[in-house]
């Protein structure tokens, strides 16, 4: 079974970083493509970015594209989404996601979910 714990949020000041990391634990992490997404308070859960197993493939939304960065270490089991220039538009909850076949480019197609970690950008 796999399992995804998120790490990193917190509260940050309009243009400051935060750093999230997931680590996947249960099955093997080089097998999962992985992404983030994120959802806001009455909205719909959203696509960030995602990366291929390789870390060779990443895409990101038009909305975080330059400012987020997505990466793996495959040796740690983990993945990141190093986050600059936040914006009050990027407060959600943001979770990690995996995938056993499938490099998305949407949010809810993902085979499987973390628990989120709050992002909040104050102005």
């Known amino acids: 079974q796999v399992q995804l714990v998120e790490s990193g949020g917190g509260l940050v000041q309009a243009g400051g970083s935060l750093r999230l990391s997931c680590v996947l634990s249960g099955r093997t992490f080089t097998s999962y493509a992985m992404g983030w997404c994120r959802q806001a308070a009455g909205k719909e859960r959203e696509f960030v970015a995602s990366i291929a197993w390789s870390g060779a493939t990443t895409y990101y939304a038009d909305s975080v594209k330059g400012r987020f960065t997505i990466s793996r270490d495959n040796a740690k089991n983990t993945v990141y989404l190093q986050m600059n220039s936040l914006k009050p538009e990027d407060t959600a909850v943001y979770y990690c996601?995996?995938?056993?076949?499938?490099?998305?480019?949407?949010?809810?197609?993902?085979?499987?979910w973390g628990q989120g970690t709050q992002v909040t950008v104050s102005s």
């Open positions: 996601a995996a995938d056993r076949h499938t490099l998305h480019t949407t949010a809810n197609e993902f085979d499987y």
